[in-house]
């Protein structure tokens, strides 16, 4: 079996798809983004697509070896997300060539649900509860909420009891049984989020995402020192060797993202690395239906899982939802917040690939805001 073709597909609401077909009729399916910067990482799937093309697609490994550090240069957010892409598309076509779902290939099922949490937005309490309540309605056990909005460096007391009373007011409709994370998304200052962090202690956050901005990481120690809440991140680093420091560090949750950190298979050895430091899994998957089907068969069999993020109803999506684009919406139908395993080959999702041609002509252009302080000064999104 030789691989024959790759295409990619710019489709809402700010997703990028690869194909890869090969000789035999087999195709396998990925996602390779970075938000925002999909066309770059589209030029990058093209760029890598020539190392594949007339290449046996089961030999994975060595493919991956090659598309990460056959060029040289290596790493960083848009080259790890091409070949994120590109890895998920070679297990999907290895799942479908055997007539296993990637979880067995990577060794078996550990556990035979996951459970997922969801986004919750809300900038006031009252309105976050509702959003909270009809999640609790709709079956899940966990949610997620920024800590803030655009924020000063260092918060005022009312700034500070602004965060304190949304985790207070989402922990009232939890009651003790759910959970709630805290995304700071590396809005505050290091000093901003320690005294944050000991504010909301007393509420007992499943983790708090992001404390620290990446090129913060070196600070994570004294942090995670610093407080007895669970930390976690991982989102915006890319592979095994960047996760080494923050583990080492401290932080108790890693959240590669299936679309940014190499793919499956690096993901699965990130997860190893975590299980060495009695660190958790909780794949960041703020995207779309093949990152989180990947997220999914790399959860089924990771003993250190602990949480997945799904996207459903996230407030990116826009013009098109995590359902949007397949054939058989079964894989995500989640009960008592939980997926069930899939016994379907490959990644488990059959894509409508007739709604991602035409999705692609249309295409998007989607760039995060960029958010500025009162004093016109650049501010972290
Ligand atoms: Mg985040």
């Keep these: 079996m030789k691989i024959v073709r790759v295409e990619t597909f710019l489709v809402a609401p700010r997703w990028l798809f690869c194909r890869v077909e090969t000789d035999e009729g087999l195709v396998g399916w990925g996602e390779p983004v970075v938000e925002g910067r999909a066309e770059v990482v589209r030029a990058a799937v093209d760029v890598l697509a020539e190392q594949l093309i007339g290449q046996d697609p089961l030999r994975i490994q ?8 056959g060029g040289f240069y290596r790493g960083g957010p848009v080259l790890s997300s091409a070949v994120a892409g590109l890895d998920h598309a070679l297990w999907d076509i290895a799942g479908k060539a055997y007539g296993a779902p990637v979880h067995a290939l990577l060794g078996g099922a550990v556990r035979d649900t996951v459970r997922v949490y969801a986004w919750v937005g809300g900038d006031e309490p009252a309105r976050l509860a509702d959003e909270i309540s009809a999640q609790i309605e709709a079956g899940f ?28 007011a989402a922990r009232e409709v939890l009651g003790p049984h759910r959970d709630v994370a805290v995304d700071f998304h590396g809005r505050f200052t290091p000093a901003g989020a320690r005294r944050l962090l000991h504010e909301i202690t007393p509420l007992h956050p499943l983790f708090v995402e992001e404390p620290l901005l990446p090129e913060h990481g070196h600070l994570t120690a004294s942090l995670a020192a610093s407080t007895p809440v669970p930390l976690a991140t991982g989102e915006r680093l890319y592979g095994r060797a960047e996760f080494l420091p923050v583990l080492s560090a401290g932080i108790a949750v890693a959240q590669p993202d299936l679309s940014h950190a190499g793919g499956i298979t690096e993901v699965i050895r990130i997860a190893a690395l975590a299980e060495t430091f009695g660190a958790q899994l909780a ?24 949480i997945q993020e799904q996207s459903l109803g996230i407030h990116y999506n826009k013009d098109a939802d995590l ?11 989640f009960t008592d917040g939980h997926a069930r395993r899939s016994t379907l080959p ?23 805001p960029v958010w500025r302080h009162a004093d016109g000064s650049f501010a972290e999104w």
């Excluded at 060595?62 to 550090?69: A, E, I, M, Y």
């Excluded at 909005?149 to 965060?163: D, K, M, S, W």
């Excluded at 359902?323 to 139908?333: A, G, N, W």
């Design 62 to 69: 060595d493919h991956w070896q090659v598309l990460t550090k």
């Design 141 to 168: 056990t966990a949610v997620k909420m920024n800590a803030a909005g655009r924020t000063e460096p260092l918060t005022t007391p009312a700034g500070t009891a602004a965060v304190v009373e949304r985790v207070a």
């Design 283 to 306: 794949p960041h998957c703020p995207l779309g239906p093949i990152s989180l089907a990947a997220s999914l068969q790399v959860a089924f069999c990771t003993p250190n899982f602990l």
């Design 323 to 333: 359902l949007s684009y397949l054939l058989d919406t079964e894989p995500f139908r």
């Design 346 to 368: 490959g990644l488990g999702v059959t894509i409508d690939e007739s709604a991602v041609r035409a999705a692609d002509r249309a295409g998007h252009a989607w760039r995060n």
